[in-house]
C-alpha cells in the first residue's frame, strides 16, 4: 500500500527544489505493483474469453510454425502477434482446455511489456520538465511535485489501458500501446538533444516493429517521425537524423509490404483500413458473404460460394484452411470490392463516430474531463495556458493523427487507448505545472483520491468476475469441443453449422474446420436474419436438400447452437446441458451420436 511521509515535505518541492527521489521510488514501486497486481487479476478472469479476432490470429501462428507461407501471410492481420502466440504454443504445448488461458498469459505479458514503455516514457517526461524555449520550467512556474506527478500518469495508466483495452479482447492493441509510448519517450528524449543518430535508428526500428503489430500503424509512425524531425529543433540538423529513422523503418517494414503487395498485385501495406471504409462507408455487407451486393461496390474475385438459395448456404472449405475461413483473411473474399468516396456515407460513419467519442470522453471519462476544467478554471491566465499546451505537441500530435484517422473509418476504444493517455498527459500536465501553491498534503490528498476513485472499480469488478468462476458460455464451448471428439472428429475436420459459426470457439478448442453454414445475423445485423429460421421452417424436402449440401463440402456434422421448441429432434442430439444441438452426416458417426 502506498503510505506517504508527509512531515518529509515542505513548499521547497514548489519553489523549483529537486524532487524527493524517496518519495519517487516509493510512488514507482507501489503503483508499479497495483498495476501488475490489477493487470494479473483481469487476465485471470478472463482467461476463458475469446474473440473472433483472436481465433484468427491463433490460426496465422499455427501457419507460422507448420512453415504454410501462403496461408500465414494475411492482408487483414499484422503478423507480431500471432508470432507470439504461436511462440507461446510451442514452448508451453497447452492443451485443448488450456490454449485460451495461454492467450491470455501472453497478453499479461503484453500488458506488462506496455507498462514498462509507460514507466521508459514517464522517466523521460521527468527529464524533460518543459525543455526548451517556451518550456513549462520558464520563470515563475510553480513546481509539481514529481512523485505527485508520478500518482497521477499512473492512475491515467493503469484506468485507461485496462477499461479501454479490456483482457477479454484478444488482439494486439496492447502490443500498440507498447510501441506508442516507448516512442513517445524517445521523442521526448530527441527534444532534450539526447539521442543521436542511434536514437534515431531506435526510434524506426520501435515504430516498425508497431507496423508489424498493426497496419494502421505505419501512416501514424510518418506521423511520429515526422515529429522527431521537428522535435531536435533545428531543422539542420533533425531532417538528416529523421530520414535515417525513416530508412530503418521502411527498412524493416519492406519484406512485408512486398510480400502483401506482390500477393494482391497492386501496392498494399494492409487491408483493414480498406475494408473498414467498404463496409462503414460504402455499406458493403459487412465481415463475410459479400456475394456483390450494392451498386457501385465492385464485384468479387473469389467470395464464399452460395450453394443453396432460400435458406442461404454459404461453402469455403478451400482454399484457406483454417476454423472460421471467411474471417481468417475477409480481403481474399472480399477481393474486388471498391472503396470509394462517399460524402453521404462518411457523414452518416461520422455521426456515428461522435456518439462513441462522446462515450469514451464524457460517459467514461467524466472525471479527468471535470478535473481539465476545474484546473483551467482555477489557474486562468488563457494565454499561458494556450502557450504551455502549445508547448505539449509532441502528445499532441500523434493522438489527434490518430483520433482523426480512425474517425474516418472505424473506431473502436482499443484503438486509441494509448493516444488518449498522450492526449491527457498533454493536457493536464500544464495545468498541474502551474497551478496556484498549495500546502503538499491537499495535493497528495486530491491525487490519491482520484487513484482510487478511478482504480477501486477495477478491483472489484475483477474478484466479481473471478468470483463468478467460468463463465457459462465458455464451460458450452469446452463441452460442444469434447463431444465432438468423443464422436470420433479429429484435428482438420471439416463441420457445418447452422447459426453464429463467428463465434464457435469450440471449433478452434477441438482444431476443426468450419467449411460451410447457413450464418445468423450478427451484432449489427450483417447477414440477413431470415436465413436459419427459413431453414427450421422449412419442409423435410428442403432440409434434407440442404443437409446433402453440406455433407457435399466434406463436413462431417453439422452443429446448431439452438432448435426451436418444438422441433423434431430426428437425428440431433443435443450436447450435454448446451444449447447446441449435432447432427452427424456420416453414417460412421451416426452411432457415436446415438450414445
Known amino acids: 500500500m502506498l503510505r506517504v511521509d508527509f512531515a518529509r515535505i515542505d513548499t521547497r518541492l514548489y519553489a523549483g527544489a529537486a524532487d524527493d527521489s524517496r518519495l519517487v521510488r516509493r510512488v514507482n514501486v507501489s503503483f508499479r505493483a497495483l498495476a501488475v497486481t490489477l493487470g494479473l487479476l483481469h487476465a485471470w478472469a478472463s482467461r476463458h474469453s475469446m474473440n473472433p479476432d483472436g481465433i484468427s490470429y491463433l490460426d496465422m501462428g499455427d501457419a507460422y510454425l507448420r512453415g504454410d507461407w501462403s496461408t500465414a501471410l494475411n492482408a487483414q492481420w499484422s503478423p507480431l502477434y500471432s508470432w507470439l502466440l504461436g511462440l507461446a504454443n510451442l514452448l508451453i504445448k497447452p492443451g485443448p482446455a488450456l490454449e485460451f488461458p495461454v492467450v491470455h498469459f501472453v497478453s499479461f505479458l503484453m500488458y506488462v511489456a506496455a507498462l514498462a514503455g509507460f514507466e521508459f516514457f514517464m522517466r523521460e517526461l521527468s527529464l524533460d520538465g518543459g525543455h526548451g524555449a517556451g518550456g513549462l520550467h520558464s520563470e515563475g512556474v510553480s513546481r509539481f511535485p514529481e512523485w505527485l506527478w508520478r500518482i497521477i500518469g499512473y492512475t491515467l495508466f493503469i484506468w485507461l489501458t485496462l477499461t479501454m483495452i479490456p483482457f477479454e479482447l484478444t488482439c494486439p492493441d496492447m502490443l500498440v500501446a507498447c510501441i506508442v509510448y516507448i516512442a513517445s519517450g524517445l521523442l521526448l528524449r530527441i527534444r532534450r538533444g539526447r539521442a543521436g543518430k542511434r536514437g534515431f535508428a531506435l526510434l524506426g526500428l520501435v515504430l516498425a516493429l508497431g507496423y508489424l503489430a498493426k497496419a494502421p500503424m505505419l501512416p501514424l509512425g510518418l506521423v511520429f517521425l515526422l515529429a522527431s524531425g521537428f522535435a531536435v529543433g533545428s531543422l539542420r540538423l533533425g531532417i538528416p537524423r529523421a530520414l535515417l529513422a525513416l530508412a530503418v523503418f521502411l527498412a524493416v517494414c519492406a519484406p512485408l509490404v512486398v510480400a502483401l503487395s506482390a500477393a494482391k498485385g497492386r501496392f498494399s501495406f494492409g487491408e483493414s483500413g480498406r475494408l473498414n471504409y467498404a463496409w462503414y462507408v460504402n455499406d458493403v455487407t459487412r465481415f463475410v458473404h459479400w456475394q456483390g451486393e450494392g ?20 461453402e469455403f ?10 474471417w481468417y483473411d475477409p480481403s481474399y473474399w472480399y477481393e474486388g470490392v471498391e472503396a470509394r468516396f462517399d460524402l453521404q456515407g462518411q457523414v452518416r460513419l461520422l455521426e456515428a463516430i461522435g456518439f ?3 462515450d469514451i470522453f464524457i460517459n467514461t471519462q467524466i472525471v479527468l474531463v471535470m478535473l481539465a476544467l476545474f484546473l483551467t478554471r482555477l489557474m486562468g491566465r488563457p494565454r499561458l495556458l494556450l502557450k504551455d499546451l502549445a508547448h505539449e505537441w509532441l502528445f499532441f500530435a500523434p493522438a489527434l493523427a490518430a483520433f482523426g484517422m480512425y474517425s474516418l473509418v472505424n473506431l473502436e476504444p482499443r484503438y486509441v487507448a494509448p493516444f488518449v493517455v498522450l492526449f491527457w498527459v498533454g493536457l493536464l500536465r500544464p495545468l498541474l505545472m502551474r497551478e496556484p501553491e498549495r500546502p503538499p498534503r491537499v495535493s497528495a490528498s486530491a491525487a490519491l483520491a482520484l487513484a482510487l476513485v478511478l482504480l477501486a472499480p477495477l478491483f472489484a469488478s475483477a474478484l466479481l468476475k473471478t468470483a463468478r468462476g467460468v463463465p457459462a458460455s465458455a464451460r458450452a464451448q469446452s463441452e460442444v469441443a469434447l463431444a465432438l471428439y468423443e464422436m470420433g472428429l479429429r484435428e482438420g475436420d471439416g463441420v457445418a453449422g447452422i447459426g453464429d459459426s463467428f463465434r464457435a470457439y469450440w471449433a478452434r478448442i477441438a482444431h476443426l474446420r468450419i467449411v460451410a453454414e447457413i450464418p445468423s445475423p450478427g451484432p449489427l445485423g450483417e447477414i440477413s436474419a431470415g436465413d436459419t429460421e427459413r431453414f427450421w421452417s422449412a419442409g423435410e424436402e428442403v432440409r434434407s436438400q440442404v443437409m446433402k449440401k453440406f455433407a457435399a463440402t466434406g463436413a462431417k456434422v453439422v452443429i446448431a447452437d439452438r432448435l426451436p421448441l418444438l422441433f423434431p429432434r430426428d437425428g440431433w442430439r443435443r450436447i450435454g446441458q448446451t444449447d447446441y444441438y449435432v447432427y452427424p452426416l456420416s453414417e460412421e458417426l451416426v452411432g457415436h451420436a446415438r450414445h
Open 356 to 358: 462513441i467519442w462522446w
Open 317 to 326: 472449405a478451400t482454399p484457406v484452411r483454417a476454423t472460421y475461413p471467411p
Open 295 to 314: 451498386e457501385g461496390n465492385g464485384t468479387p474475385l473469389h467470395p464464399t460460394r452460395k450453394i443453396h438459395d432460400a435458406p442461404s448456404v454459404y
